[in-house]
């Protein structure tokens, strides 16, 4: 039997707090733990192509003024081309950088697929209106000064999302940096340059976070099948954009920045489905009261609770880091290596010191180093000098030579106790960085196992680095990152066993009592008695009506009723005023 299934626990004191607060919020919305409240509808991308593959954009606020946000947007849209046409909405100019522009969108030439918008928040309701009698499908609203700003702006989005309704109009933002789709050549957006065509789909509610990821993103070779910037989220949320890029072929994984989710049950079921197939990473901002704080003036939407949130992620197969670093790092990780099948990994490095960091860390974060097979390590006695480590870190010594790395590598990469290798450098007299980096590029893709490598130091390894980048080998600048980055791999690859496992049917409690009517008199109570948390009574009556154990709890008026329960319950028990 379990610790948990022999220890009783009573109490001497009643209503005392519990676990269960019936707040539980995420983001403005709450997550109802009533039977079957996880069902929600199912949320659907196919309006959304307007966004991502228009045959027609106008940008409404274009402006030749240098610096603009108008003139920008223009500028970008022009110049990356995307197989439709611009028109710039100006009714003070005849043209706007050569083109053509028109006073307002109902006097624009054929059908609008896709507004920009970037004029003052005060005139967007009257520009959505304007948009939705064209008959313009989406809209992007890039304009800040709404809920942001206080209860002026929250009207503000009223009046815009009455008129995009009435239109039947999509919006993304207000306040966001806009829309990129790299395969297809759309920058509908403010940012400086063009982000690389390729297979990971990034959502931000942050701009300025946007635009640091696409820097990021050109040192490190990594390309986006989408780029979004949605801000506050008066309409499209994480759900839509989410299932979206699901169904999208080109998009092999997702990475988000949160502050706010919005619509939690669309955003769940929107993961859970597409965790199954594409791997989902988000870092989630606001975690603790202070930070929540600045998320809310940032977007004006409250963080909610980060412990539900944590626990929402983990149930939906959406892998969660706690540093923009690492979400750097995995967006790089997951489009490149495969998911490691288990959490064991064999360091190969030619120096102790960084051997020992990395095994620190990934021992840390939950995962295990492999055990070398028997036959591995007669293998490597052949190749190693004898004072090699014998054993996993694999410590080839500081002489080691472009031969001895790739040969090693062969070696530990057959050995069927490793899930994944991580290969360290760091630049010793004896060591050529780039031609090492040279011969591993042939096991750049193992079946079924990642590599990772650490080059360290600076402009001496950096085309080693730049090599390995290009043979699509991740590499980090500290052997601790490297594997951390593996241990989150392993978490993901566990997450996802976790989605299809079908819970156990249970029984409903006795004398003619269902667990709902259980849960709702626990409730009830509370409310009449005006409590917004549960007493661990009650919070355990919650979780015994729905199959899900713990410790059984009496509660004893006096010291002598405490003995008679306790030789009721049986021994050991523990004791709580």
């Known amino acids: 039997m379990s610790q948990m299934t022999q220890r009783r626990n009573f109490q001497v004191s009643q209503d005392q707090p519990g676990a269960l607060d019936l707040r539980m919020q995420v983001g403005m919305r709450s997550l109802n733990v009533s039977p079957g409240s996880w069902g929600v509808e199912p949320v659907s991308g196919q309006t959304l192509d307007a966004f991502f593959r228009p045959r027609n954009v106008a940008v409404i606020g274009a402006t030749e003024r240098p610096g603009s946000v108008g003139r920008t947007i223009l500028w970008n849209l022009i110049s990356s081309p995307f197989g439709g046409a611009v028109l710039p909405v100006n009714p003070k100019r005849a043209s706007v950088l050569g083109l053509k522009a028109y006073p307002s969108i109902r006097e624009a030439m054929g059908e609008i697929d896709l507004a920009v918008v970037a004029t003052p928040a005060a005139t967007v309701p009257a520009v959505i209106a304007e948009c939705a009698d064209a008959g313009v499908k989406?809209?992007?609203?890039?304009?800040?000064?709404?809920?942001?700003?206080?209860?002026?702006?929250?009207?503000?989005?009223?009046?815009?999302?009455?008129?995009?309704?009435?239109?039947?109009?999509?919006?993304?933002?207000?306040?966001?940096?806009?829309?990129?789709?790299?395969?297809?050549?759309?920058?509908?957006?403010?940012?400086?340059?063009?982000?690389?065509p390729g297979n990971v789909g990034?959502?931000?509610?942050?701009?300025?976070?946007?635009?640091?990821?696409?820097?990021?993103?050109?040192?490190?070779?990594?390309?986006?099948?989408?780029?979004?910037?949605?801000?506050s989220m008066l309409d499209v949320g994480w759900g839509d954009l989410i299932q979206y890029l699901g169904d999208d072929p080109q998009t092999k994984s997702?990475?988000?920045?949160?502050e706010s989710i919005g619509d939690a049950r669309a955003f769940l079921s929107a993961a859970r489905e597409v965790a199954l197939s594409k791997p989902i990473?988000?870092?989630?901002?606001?975690?603790?009261?202070?930070?929540?704080?600045?998320?809310?003036?940032?977007?004006?939407?409250?963080?909610?609770?980060?412990?539900?949130?944590?626990?929402?992620?983990?149930?939906?197969?959406?892998?969660?880091?706690?540093?923009?670093?690492?979400l750097f790092y995995m967006s790089e990780v997951q489009s490149k290596q495969p998911r490691p099948g288990g959490p064991c990994l064999t360091i190969v490095t030619n120096a102790g010191g960084p051997g020992v960091l990395a095994t620190d860390a990934l021992i840390s974060a939950g995962g295990e180093l492999a055990e070398l097979s028997s036959s591995t390590i007669k293998e490597l006695d052949r190749i190693l000098p004898p004072h090699w480590s014998h054993r996993n870190p694999i410590d080839m010594l500081g002489d080691a030579g472009p031969e001895r790395y790739a040969k090693v590598v062969e070696i530990a990469a057959k050995d069927p106790a490793s899930d994944g290798l991580l290969v360290i450098l760091t630049p010793q007299g004896m060591t050529n960085p780039t031609l090492i980096a040279e011969q591993l590029k042939p096991y750049a893709k193992l079946s079924g196992k990642p590599i990772l490598a650490s080059w360290m130091g600076g402009a001496d390894v950096a085309a080693g680095e730049h090599i390995l980048t290009r043979a699509d080998v991740p590499t980090f600048p500290y052997p601790d990152a490297a594997a951390r980055m593996f241990q989150y791999m392993w978490r993901f690859s566990y997450n996802l066993k976790g989605l299809y496992e079908t819970p156990a049917a249970i029984e409903e409690p006795g004398e003619g009592s269902s667990g709902s009517a259980i849960v709702a008199e626990c409730i009830r109570v509370a409310r009449e008695r005006g409590r917004t948390l549960l007493t661990e009574q009650e919070s355990k009556r919650v979780l015994t009506a729905y199959g899900i154990p713990s410790v059984p709890t009496e509660v004893a008026a006096s010291p002598d009723e405490a003995v008679e329960r306790a030789i009721q319950v049986g021994y050991p028990v523990v004791l709580k005023r």
């Not at 809209?139 to 009223?158: D, M, T, W, Y």
């Not at 990021?216 to 801000?231: C, L, T």
Request: glycine share 10%.
């Open 202 to 231: 990034f959502i931000s509610q942050s701009g300025a976070l946007c635009t640091a990821i696409l820097d990021w993103s050109f040192r490190e070779a990594v390309g986006f099948s989408a780029f979004i910037s949605i801000g």
């Open 254 to 258: 997702i990475i988000l920045y949160v």
């Open 281 to 326: 990473i988000a870092i989630k901002a606001g975690r603790t009261e202070a930070a929540a704080k600045a998320a809310a003036s940032h977007t004006g939407t409250l963080a909610g609770s980060d412990e539900v949130l944590d626990a929402a992620f983990r149930r939906c197969g959406v892998l969660r880091v706690n540093n923009i670093s690492d």
């Open 138 to 196: 989406a809209a992007i609203i890039v304009s800040a000064g709404f809920r942001e700003a206080g209860p002026s702006g929250v009207e503000l989005e009223n009046r815009v999302l009455a008129e995009a309704r009435r239109g039947r109009m999509r919006i993304i933002g207000p306040n966001c940096l806009g829309v990129m789709c790299p395969i297809t050549g759309l920058n509908a957006t403010f940012a400086n340059a063009m982000a690389r």
